[in-house]
């Protein structure tokens, strides 16, 4: 493995109790929902959830593979 990179920030992986949030859960964890795109020297990766879960946060994330 040369690199890796955990798509889901920590706040949708517990909920304020501490405790494990299960997917598929609108406020809790989502996936990597289209092929990551490398250009000029960045990753960018759209994550989210499908669809037939409801509705759930997503959002487009930068990565530099260099740091």
Not at 4 to 9: E, G, M, P, T
Not at 39 to 50: L, P, R, S, W
Request: glycine letters at 8%; proline letters at 9%; one cysteine or more.
């Amino acid at each position: 493995m040369i690199w890796k990179f955990d798509a889901v920030l920590d706040e949708y992986k517990h909920d304020k109790d501490g405790k494990p949030i299960k997917y598929p859960a609108p406020e809790g964890k989502s996936e990597i929902i289209a092929t990551p795109v490398y250009f000029k020297d960045k990753i960018y990766v759209a994550v989210g959830q499908d669809p037939e879960h409801g509705e759930g946060v997503g959002r487009l994330m930068c990565i530099d593979p260099k740091a």
